[in-house]
C-alpha cells in the first residue's frame, strides 16, 4: 500500500513570496490534515477534510493560508503572503472512515528569510 | 477543546533500560482513542501504539506499553529494553472517536525528545 505522498520535501523562500504544498494521500481516505509543526514543537491542525468538505478549519489564518481538496483525493496548501513565522515543517495525513490511525507523509520543510 | 499536555521535554536512557514518558489530557467525551506517535529526524510521523478509552486493559506492542488510567486522564508511554533506534521525539496524541458529527480530529501535545545513550 502506498503511503502519504508529499511534495516537495525543502522550500526556501523570501518573505512576500507565495508558496504552494501538494498532498497525495492513501487511496480511498476520505480524512486529510495539514498540520503545522513548528521546530521543537508538537503538530498543530491547520485544516482537516472530509472528502472534499472542511470540517475544521478554526486555526488556519485564513488571511494568508488557503487549501482545496479537489474531488476528495489530492490536495494543496498555499501560503501567500509568507513570513517569517511561517517556517515550519507542513505535515500531511490522512484517515480512512470510522478507523483511528491517521498515517503521514514526510513533511514539507518550509524556510521563509 | 480536547488538550494534551506533555511535562517532559526531554528525556536519556541507556541502551537496554526501561523508560517511561508522561502524557494527561483533558476532554469531557468518554469514547476516544489516545495514541504515542514517534518522529524520528527524518520528519517521518509513525505510530507507535494505540489504546481505545472504552477498553481496561492496557495497549502493548512488543517493547512498548502504556498505562492508562482514565479516571486521572493520564496516558503514559512505557519503553523496555530502549535500543539506539528509538532515539526519536515522542508524540502523545488524543483523538475523538470518529462518527455521527465527530471526523476524528488528531490533536498532539508537546513531544518529549528522548535520546537513547549506547
Known amino acids: 500500500e502506498a503511503g502519504v505522498a508529499q511534495s516537495p520535501r525543502y522550500k526556501i523562500i523570501e518573505k512576500r513570496q507565495s508558496v504552494a504544498f501538494w498532498c497525495n494521500p492513501i487511496s480511498g481516505h476520505a480524512t486529510l490534515y495539514w498540520y503545522q509543526q513548528i521546530l521543537g514543537q508538537g503538530p498543530k491542525l491547520l485544516i482537516q477534510?472530509?472528502?472534499?468538505?472542511?470540517?475544521?478549519d478554526s486555526q488556519l489564518p485564513k488571511d494568508r493560508f488557503s487549501a482545496e481538496r479537489l474531488k476528495g483525493v489530492d490536495s494543496t496548501l498555499k501560503i501567500q503572503p509568507a513570513k517569517l513565522e511561517d517556517s515550519a515543517v507542513y505535515l500531511c495525513a490522512s484517515k480512512g472512515t470510522l478507523v483511528s490511525e491517521a498515517f503521514f507523509g514526510q513533511g514539507t520543510r518550509l524556510t521563509v528569510v | 477543546a480536547q488538550t494534551v499536555t506533555q511535562s517532559q521535554p526531554e528525556m536519556s536512557v541507556q541502551e537496554a533500560e526501561t523508560v517511561t514518558l508522561s502524557c494527561t489530557y483533558d476532554t469531557s467525551v468518554n469514547n476516544y482513542y489516545l495514541f504515542w506517535y514517534k518522529q524520528p529526524p527524518s520528519r517521518q510521523m509513525i505510530l507507535v501504539i494505540r489504546?481505545?478509552?472504552?477498553?481496561?486493559q492496557n495497549a502493548t506492542e512488543n517493547r512498548f506499553s502504556v498505562n492508562f488510567q482514565k479516571a486521572a486522564k493520564s496516558f503514559s508511554l512505557k519503553i523496555s529494553d530502549s535500543q539506539l533506534g528509538d532515539t526519536a521525539m515522542y508524540f502523545c496524541a488524543f483523538m475523538k472517536r470518529p462518527g455521527g458529527t465527530s471526523y476524528g480530529k488528531l490533536t498532539f501535545g508537546q513531544g518529549t525528545i528522548l535520546t537513547v545513550h549506547p
Open positions: 477534510f472530509q472528502n472534499n468538505g472542511v470540517v475544521d
Open positions: 489504546q481505545e478509552a472504552y477498553k481496561q
